[in-house]
């Protein structure tokens, strides 16, 4: 889907096809510097960072595994209740291993922050974040974010793995969303 076709959707696309793969490979070369000799778990998480997962994987010179978490905040309607749980958890031990965790955007923060916690918990060697979007002003918690590939105004943002209702996450670019779209 290209941009034409979707041109009274969007207000404006804030992060071309271009720059996400030159900052991917950017992200990339930093992280085979940081696990140089060490095993590497990159755990993505459903269903937003599906792209970022493997355009990285594929950006990484070195044999990486992967494995998804799907997890979900609920409450009552768009309000997030702070409470977490695992749709799909992890296949595998991660007993020792050294997790990235790959995200397609940090909003809050409640959620990742549960997420590294969780993970931590279970005796991981470490727990990195990277994220393709930072919203700072959005920001609830402090997450420390290790790997970070824009920092981005609070719109609502579409493309690259983001959605609204199901739509637009094939996109190769990453674009504000329309007010009229969801208001």
């Given at each position: 889907?290209?941009?034409?076709?979707?041109?009274?959707?969007?207000?404006?696309?804030?992060?071309?096809?271009?720059?996400?793969?030159?900052?991917?490979?950017?992200?990339?070369?930093?992280?085979?510097?940081?696990?140089?000799?060490?095993?590497?778990?990159?755990?993505?998480?459903?269903?937003?960072?599906?792209?970022?997962?493997?355009?990285?994987?594929?950006?990484?010179?070195?044999?990486?595994?992967?494995?998804?978490?799907?997890?979900?905040?609920?409450?009552?309607?768009?309000?997030s209740s702070g409470v977490?749980?695992?749709?799909?958890?992890?296949?595998?031990?991660?007993?020792?291993?050294?997790?990235?965790?790959v995200e397609d955007i940090?909003?809050?923060?409640?959620?990742?922050?549960?997420?590294?916690?969780?993970?931590?918990?279970?005796?991981?060697?470490?727990?990195?974040?990277?994220?393709?979007?930072?919203?700072?002003?959005?920001?609830?918690?402090?997450?420390?974010?290790?790997?970070?590939?824009?920092?981005?105004?609070?719109?609502?943002?579409?493309?690259?793995?983001?959605?609204?209702?199901?739509?637009?996450?094939?996109?190769?670019?990453?674009?504000?969303?329309?007010?009229?779209?969801?208001?």
């Amino acid at each position: 889907m290209d941009l034409a076709a979707i041109s009274g959707d969007i207000e404006r696309v804030i992060v071309t096809e271009e720059a996400l793969q030159a900052r991917i490979k950017e992200l990339a070369a930093q992280v085979d510097k940081d696990y140089e000799g060490k095993d590497l778990l990159l755990v993505g998480v459903l269903k937003g960072a599906v792209m970022a997962v493997a355009d990285l994987s594929r950006a990484l010179q070195r044999h990486v595994e992967m494995d998804w978490m799907a997890v979900s905040s609920y409450g009552s309607g768009t309000k997030s209740s702070g409470v977490v749980r695992i749709l799909k958890d992890l296949d595998r031990d991660i007993t020792g291993r050294n997790v990235l965790i790959v995200e397609d955007i940090v909003d809050s923060g409640l959620t990742l922050s549960w997420l590294k916690s969780n993970l931590e918990s279970r005796g991981v060697g470490s727990v990195e974040i990277l994220s393709i979007l930072r919203k700072p002003e959005a920001a609830k918690v402090h997450v420390d974010v290790k790997y970070v590939g824009f920092e981005i105004p609070p719109d609502f943002v579409i493309g690259y793995g983001l959605d609204f209702d199901e739509k637009y996450r094939n996109l190769p670019f990453i674009a504000v969303l329309a007010k009229h779209m969801y208001s």
